[in-house]
Structures are given as C-alpha cells and as structure tokens.
C-alpha cells in the first residue's frame, strides 16, 4: 500500500565524514554513488560541498581526520533509514548524520 507520505520528498542534510585514505578521485565516486542511490530511487540531489580535510574532535577507527562531504537532498521519508544503512556498510564512510530540514 502507497500513502500519500511515501510520494511526497522532503529535505535532508547529509554530513558525510570520510576515510582520509581515499584518494580524490574516489572520494568523487563515493559522492557520485551517493548521489546516484538518491536519485534512483526518486530522490534529488540540490547541492553538494566538500568541506575538505578537517581534525577530527576524536580519534574515529584510528583516524585522526576525515574529508567532509555536505549534501542538501530531497528523499522520499521512508528512504532515509535504506540510506543510512548503505553509508553504515561502507567501509570508507567514517561517520554520517541524515537531518530533516
């Protein structure tokens, strides 16, 4: 059963924390991945920052810091958990935060 929430998309902020080791190029690709999970399942992608290299406050899997990714998206509410649990499985992804705007 579709309900009417399931069609409509809000907007989230993406905070994607980064393994330091990955190279540029495949750090686009993490992002481009990111971006392609979101739009084929109906999403969009409105903006993306990189933040680049920052410390970390605190050691995270033996890193000290992390390149930071900011992505403004639009997603349907029911995709935020299925998206979560992909960036979780990731093992280049240090830490991510998915907040309703």
Known sequence: MVTKEDKQLRDYELVVIISPEVADDALDGIIDDISRFVSGKGGA????????????????????????????????????????????????????????V
């Open 45 to 100: 992608v409105a903006n993306v920052e990189r933040w680049g290299k920052k410390k970390l406050a605190y050691p995270i899997k033996h890193f000290l810091e992390g390149n930071y990714v900011l992505a403004q998206l639009k997603l349907k509410p029911t995709l935020g958990k299925e998206l979560e649990a992909n960036l979780r499985i990731s093992e280049n992804v240090l830490r991510h935060l998915l907040v309703k």
